[in-house]
């Protein structure tokens, strides 16, 4: 053997390890392999990996057991483990188009960071709001065990739960239920408005607009409560005239725009930035600039629109990754279950869209 093969020899088998490195196998190995390897029964190698610290075991004999673990590959078999503890590293979560909307896809983000820092894994389904596929993502994660399910909506709403979501330990995620006891987290909407109109109020603006959805949903009570809510702090009478109703979408904020500019605001919260977007072509074909001729602000901080805009446009952020983050933090009993949904935090993101103005 030359003087390189010897060397190689040593670097694989080494002191203490109980054989040189196995090469690939086509199988997975086995625990009597591991104690073969390491010279020791198959139940010590179990009391091993499964961290039985009670075990009377001599340190040399676990660390050579540990040895033959790793230079042979051995992985624990999980699903085995699941079935002894009644429970898993999993969690899953079941959403009805979270992960086919660019801005809501941070909840998965938000519950996946949240989740592997706590040593688990996500176990994604992605429903489509077909209520049989939900059925069975549900209880093909009942049937691997998971630790609970976070049930998500890809826009705030009230939701019914799911009957086989009531066999887990779940948590509401965007959404909530009237059921006595389901715990959710939901964005602060009321906040979100109130912050969405300070902006403006801190840039001097007086006699603010706000053109509000015409589909109910919490975030349209929410947001006008804010609204209502900033004004009263600020001293300034609500005004009835300055809010407005149109579709949250591009084409209705565009529409809005003559009524709006009837009113004689100089400023103008919009209930979503599809809805400011929309407006935003509207002023600018009567010639009207952003934010010499009116102050802008909009709702979500979808980011493919706020801060592509010309001028960027200000606006109130959807916490979406703090709010999958909070939902497991509170399945896995590390934030108390509120009394009533836990409401999180919408930041303010100021950009160009405002600017100072004299006091009227």
């Known amino acids: 053997m ?16 109980p054989s040189p490195k196995a090469p690939e196998r086509a199988h997975p190995v086995t625990l009597r392999e591991v104690a073969e390897a390491a010279g020791v029964s198959t139940a010590t190698v179990s009391l091993v990996v499964n961290k039985k610290k009670d075990a ?9 057991v540990k040895d033959a673990i790793r230079a042979l590959g051995y992985r624990p078999n999980a699903m ?25 896809g941070q909840i998965i983000h938000g519950a996946q960071d949240e989740a592997w820092k706590h040593g688990y894994a996500l176990l994604i389904a992605n429903t489509e709001g077909n209520g049989e596929l939900e059925r069975d993502a549900i209880s093909m994660m009942l049937e691997y065990k998971v630790r609970g399910i976070l049930y998500s909506t890809w826009f705030h709403r009230q939701a019914d739960v799911p009957a086989p979501l009531r066999e887990a330990d779940f948590v509401l995620v965007n959404c909530f239920s009237g059921e006595q006891g389901a715990r959710a987290v939901v964005p602060d909407e009321v906040q979100g408005g109130r912050s969405a109109t300070e902006i403006l109020l801190a840039h001097g ?22 609204y209502r809510e900033a004004l009263e702090h600020a001293g300034i ?5 300055l809010v407005m109703e149109a579709y949250p979408d591009q084409e209705g904020g565009y529409l809005a725009t003559a009524g709006l500019l009837k009113r004689g605001a100089s400023a103008v919260y919009c209930y979503n930035d599809r809805m400011a977007m929309g407006l935003y072509d509207g002023l600018r074909e009567r010639g009207l600039s952003i934010p010499d001729d009116m102050a802008v602000v909009g709702f979500d901080n979808q980011e493919v629109i706020a801060a592509h805009l010309r001028p960027p446009l200000s606006t109130v952020a959807l916490p979406h990754y703090e709010l999958g983050a909070a ?8 934030d108390a279950a ?12 100021e950009r160009a869209s405002v600017q100072v103005r004299a006091h009227a």
Do not use: Y
Not at 56 to 64: F, G, L, M, N
Not at 90 to 99: K, N, Q, R, S
Not at 237 to 241: L, Y
């Open 80 to 104: 085995a483990k699941n079935l002894v503890s009644g429970t898993s590293k999993f969690i899953g979560l079941v959403a009805d188009g979270v992960a086919t909307t660019p801005f809501a």
């Open 338 to 349: 509120a009394d009533g949904p836990a409401r999180i935090h919408c930041p303010p993101v």
């Open 327 to 334: 939902g497991v933090r509170m399945l896995l009993g590390i």
């Open 2 to 17: 030359s003087s390189k093969e010897n060397a190689a020899d040593k670097s694989v088998a080494g002191p203490g390890s």
């Open 237 to 241: 009478p609500f005004d009835p005239d």
């Open 205 to 226: 603006h007086r006699r603010i607009a706000f053109i509000n959805a015409t589909i109910p949903a919490p975030a349209k009570d929410g947001r006008l409560q804010g």
């Open 56 to 64: 009377r075991i001599a340190e040399e004999t676990r660390q050579r």
